[in-house]
């Protein structure tokens, strides 16, 4: 059974349609990689599976259940994380504070604590930054923030969009191997990326977004492979 | 010299009940990003509460302070509900601003329906004589009004920094999405703001009502812009800022009514937010806001 399963998805911006009947599916463990053009809906797919824009049709399915109408605040706690475009850290609150939200709905002290302890084995730039505020962070150690933010809520899955937005080359390549690191640590992602061959590098499969529809999934590696792909989003 | 000190008490008495004010509607706007005109006339609610509960029905003047602020509490939350989470994803904010100001003359009208439009006598909560301190005379409600705001504001500082409503009460006046995608109630977070905003217009409204006891249904107005004015002052959205700038208000109000014109006080004090917001666009404590690119 997959983890994450999505059907038939539709979601409307007034009058425009933004998804028009995506499918795909997340198994466990799996880094599932979503890669399309600006516009495309990749972010739109993500928002609405995680409840912050609502569905026009279609279902989506987490463990079994159906969270198509379940609020984002609800979704969280249910064990899927998403971290946002653009990362939106809270800008006037520390790294430490900012990590303690991200365990919001964690309840016992003892287990945030050691989910900290592994955050911060994930990111030790983190660790150094502890009492810094979050605005003052660079791009690329807000965006280790915001992925790690996300992982303090103990998640099955992580949604992850645009993670090398803006960053430098350097950044990018630290920040891809943290997701596969994450991924190494049990935790199943569903990635967003602009930059798709980095992305059909690190992940197992692939859906490719055109306007709203699926037009593309498969291996990673055969997408990473094919001529259409290459030329559409690998500038080859 | 002994004149000056005692009008400066006197300005620190009222400016803060205009910081207890103040602090509801800095709240407010800071995590709900809306301007409640209507929080003032929750004050005159509170106040009305309590004179029904103290004056007219003859109770306890403890029971009457718990009842105004139980009253306004479940007010606040009622006007957050029913009138403004309907309209919070409208396209245009100017439409929660509008119902706001419906929402003022919903409850000034609806007390005048209830309790008439002639002033009542509010007789003081306070039961602390005027206290002579050296060549000072400071009246009790004086006094229990600085305490109190000092207390409510430590309170406040506190449950925000330290408890887990308070940070997400924080979370929220950050960056909303985010703060839903951490697991925080948006909504309920908002409630909670209007409740605790609400609650501490209820403590305002029976002591502006024991320093100045004419109570009627537009008792609340003025306060409530005065208030507004503070919150401004001291950067909408900054808790010390509305604590500093209500502060402030009640001194400049006190001081220009004592010095130069009681006709020309109120003038004085809106002039002198137009100049502190030439200068300081932000307000006093506010913070620049970045437009992202």
Redesign the interface.
């Known amino acids: 059974m997959a983890l994450l399963k999505v059907t038939e998805l539709s979601v409307n911006y007034g009058v425009i349609p933004a998804l028009r009947g995506v499918s795909f599916e997340v198994n466990e463990g799996e880094i599932i990689a979503l890669i399309g053009a600006n516009g495309a809906g990749k972010t739109t797919t993500l928002h609405t599976v995680?409840g912050?824009i609502p569905s026009a049709a279609g279902r989506i399915e987490f463990m079994g259940k159906d969270i198509t109408k379940v609020?984002?605040?609800?979704i969280?706690?249910m064990g899927m994380?998403?971290v946002?475009e653009g990362r939106?850290?809270?800008?006037?609150?520390t790294v430490y504070?900012n990590l303690?939200?991200?365990a919001?709905?964690v309840k016992e002290a003892g287990k945030r604590d050691s989910i900290l302890k592994e955050v911060y084995e994930h990111f030790p730039r983190l660790k150094e930054r502890e009492r810094q505020l979050a605005g003052t962070l660079s791009g690329g150690e807000q965006q280790m923030l915001a992925m790690g933010?996300?992982l303090m809520?103990d998640p099955r899955i992580i949604l992850m969009d645009e993670p090398s937005m803006g960053l430098s080359p350097i950044y990018v390549n630290e920040i891809f191997s943290i997701i596969e690191k994450v991924s190494k640590a049990g935790k199943t992602v569903l990635l967003v990326e602009q930059n798709a061959r980095k992305a059909l590098t690190i992940a197992d499969r692939a859906y490719v977004l055109e306007t709203g529809k699926i037009t593309m999934e498969g291996a990673a590696d055969d997408l990473l492979h094919d001529d259409s792909i290459r030329k559409a989003y690998l500038g080859e | 010299m002994v004149s000056f000190i005692t009008n400066l008490i006197n300005g620190l008495s009222l400016g803060s009940i205009y910081a207890i004010i103040a602090i509801g509607y800095t709240m407010v706007y800071g995590i709900a990003k809306m301007l409640n005109f209507a929080h003032g006339d929750v004050i005159m609610v509170g106040a009305f509460a309590a004179y029904t509960i103290i004056s007219t029905m003859g109770l306890p003047t403890p029971v009457g302070i718990l009842a105004a602020i139980v009253c306004c509490t479940l007010l606040g939350i009622a006007i957050e509900k029913i009138a403004y989470r309907p309209l919070r994803n409208a396209g245009s904010p100017l439409a929660v601003l509008i119902t706001a100001i419906g929402v003022s003359y919903f409850l000034q009208n609806g007390a005048m329906l209830i309790f008439g439009s002639d002033t009542k006598m509010f007789s003081s909560v306070v039961p602390l004589q005027t206290l002579s301190v050296g060549p000072f005379l400071i009246p009790g409600t004086t006094i229990v009004s600085i305490l109190t705001s000092v207390i409510l504001v430590s309170v406040l500082q506190i449950f925000i920094n330290k408890t887990r409503p308070g940070q997400a009460m924080l979370a929220c006046a950050q960056d909303r999405a985010a703060a839903s995608l951490m697991g925080i109630s948006v909504n309920n977070t908002i409630t909670l703001t209007f409740a605790i905003g609400s609650a501490m217009a209820a403590v305002a409204g029976v002591l502006l009502c024991s320093a100045y006891p004419a109570l009627s249904p537009t008792t609340g107005a003025m306060p409530g812009i005065k208030a507004f004015v503070a919150a401004v002052f001291g950067g909408i959205g900054s808790v010390p800022g509305a604590m500093v700038g209500g502060l402030l208000l009640g001194v400049i109000e006190i001081l220009s009514r004592a010095y130069i014109s009681t006709q020309l006080s109120d003038a004085i004090v809106f002039a002198v937010l137009i100049v502190v917001l030439l200068v300081k666009p932000t307000g006093l404590f506010g913070k620049v806001i970045q437009e992202k690119v």
């Open positions: 995680t912050l609020p984002a605040h609800k969280v706690s994380a998403h946002p939106h850290v809270f800008p006037d609150m504070q303690l939200l991200g919001y709905t933010r996300a809520s």
